[in-house]
């Protein structure tokens, strides 16, 4: 049984560049959440995807945006890299339709630094 | 105020130790709560939800106290490979969003 994929492991990106960062979903998982962790902070919700659409949405710039596609992988986009967008982003995967607990599954990660 | 506080640790305590976390939450319509672990420069894997009644895995406990919004995590008989962040984590309903605390540090000594 497969868990939550990331790609890619590591990124190096230059201020003003846009990324695009791949999650595909545990298996039997319907829906993806992304977040941002900084160094000594917990994770920080970006947004949920549920049914291909944005269904929730944390206190992050438009820059930030996401897709999900009918298997149920999805992308996080950020354009207009700042230093600050340096993190690791972490996507997690639960069963909507499963226990009301939605308990979530992560991604190893994808370390991005913004030179 | 952030919406999820935890303890600032670190905790430094030797093995055998029993140990003892809190994590306070300040959305009253929160609905599901979890304690996760995150060991260095990996990802966070559920540790175990927590219920009303409270609830045990082996050597650890959960509590939760819902008219003090008050979560807590106990882990007795520490060992070396307890060594890690925990994370509490609150989710409102309908499960859209979650909010994690910024995490304790556990190090487990000889």
């Known amino acids: 049984d497969a868990g939550v994929t990331q790609s890619p492991t590591h990124l190096i990106k230059t201020r003003g560049q846009q990324v695009t960062l791949r999650c595909s979903p545990k298996?039997?998982?319907?829906?993806v959440s992304w977040y941002q962790q900084a160094l000594g902070q917990g994770p920080q919700f970006i947004f949920q995807y549920y049914e291909e659409e944005e269904r929730q949405r944390g206190n992050f710039p438009d820059r930030f945006s996401g897709h999900q596609f009918p298997n149920y992988s999805s992308e996080l986009n950020v354009n207009a890299l700042l230093l600050g967008d340096s993190a690791l982003y972490l996507c997690a995967s639960s069963d909507r339709t499963g226990t009301v607990d939605y308990e979530q599954y992560f991604g190893p990660g994808t370390r991005l630094t913004v030179t | 105020r952030k919406e999820v506080e935890q303890d600032p640790g670190p905790f430094n305590v030797p093995e055998g130790a029993t140990v003892a976390f809190n994590c306070t939450y300040s959305n009253s319509a929160s609905q599901s709560f979890f304690w996760y672990r995150q060991d260095c420069r990996k990802e966070p894997k559920l540790l175990m939800s927590?219920?009303?009644s409270g609830n045990e895995d082996g050597r650890f406990t959960a509590q939760l106290n819902r008219a003090s919004q008050y979560i807590s995590l106990l882990i007795r008989d520490s060992k070396l490979s307890d060594s890690a962040t925990y994370l509490c984590?609150?989710?409102?309903?309908?499960?859209?969003?979650?909010?994690f605390g910024d995490g304790t540090t556990l190090t487990v000594k000889p």
């Open positions: 927590v219920y009303s």
């Open positions: 984590v609150v989710n409102m309903a309908d499960a859209g969003k979650s909010t």
């Open positions: 298996s039997g998982h319907d829906t």
